[in-house]
């Protein structure tokens, strides 16, 4: 089966810095990349995903990079803000004969901390 | 309600007892799923119901667990003899079924705790 690595597990940043976050995963036939914030208390929220056949998808402060060949892909988050403190998950789908792209597989978090 | 809604938000039981979790999708969602995050195993796929199609039930991790859909709106996961690992926060996510990507849109879940 599918299996997402992440790294970092735990970021620290000055607010107004920028972020990366980085996953790796395994199975080539996976075709869809979302990444999900996590605040205390509360369940993952989508903020941005890409799909297999685009590199780089951006979100106002915010983007995604993917690269098929080397199974890895990155979110990327600019001018950070202390409300960006979170848990921050990607995850890894690969919807086949009639599944869901929601059944996912995620990576196991990074804890984002950004100081004022 | 706007989103998802999950009960109880908290659930102490003993070990051996039975548990019911329910969950109240989005209104007019129709695929929903079941999660079980853990401090040692992360966010976990445990099942998926979709429409009236049999539910996808590949990331159950025992004959303990099981869920239910009815009437294409609520579910209710239950799990039988709990066991101290079972201890985690169970979320429940829906979605409008959609190709090219998929929004899962989860509660707040609900903290198990199996003494």
Known sequence: GENVEQHPSTLSVQEGDSAVIKCTYSDSASNYFPWYKQELGKGPQLIIDIRSNVGEKKDQRIAVTLNKTAKHFSLH???????DSAVYFCAASHPAGGTSYGKLTFGQGTILTVHP | GAGVSQSPSNKVTEKGK?????????????????????????????????????????????????????????????????QQEDSAVYLCASSLLGTGGEKLFFGSGTQLSVL
């Not at chain 1, 988050?77 to 409300?83: A, D, M, N, R, Y």
């Not at chain 2, 019911?20 to 999708?25: A, G, I, N, Q, T």
């Open chain 1, 77 to 83: 988050i600019t001018e950070t803000q202390p409300e």
């Open chain 2, 18 to 82: 039975d548990v019911e979790l329910r969950c109240d999708p989005i209104s007019g969602h129709t695929a929903l799923y079941w999660y079980r995050q853990s401090l040692g195993q992360g966010l976990e796929f445990l099942i998926y119901f979709q429409g009236n199609s049999a539910p996808d039930k590949s990331g159950l991790p025992s004959d303990r667990f099981s869920a239910e859909r009815t009437g294409g709106s609520v579910s209710t996961l239950t799990i039988q003899r709990t």
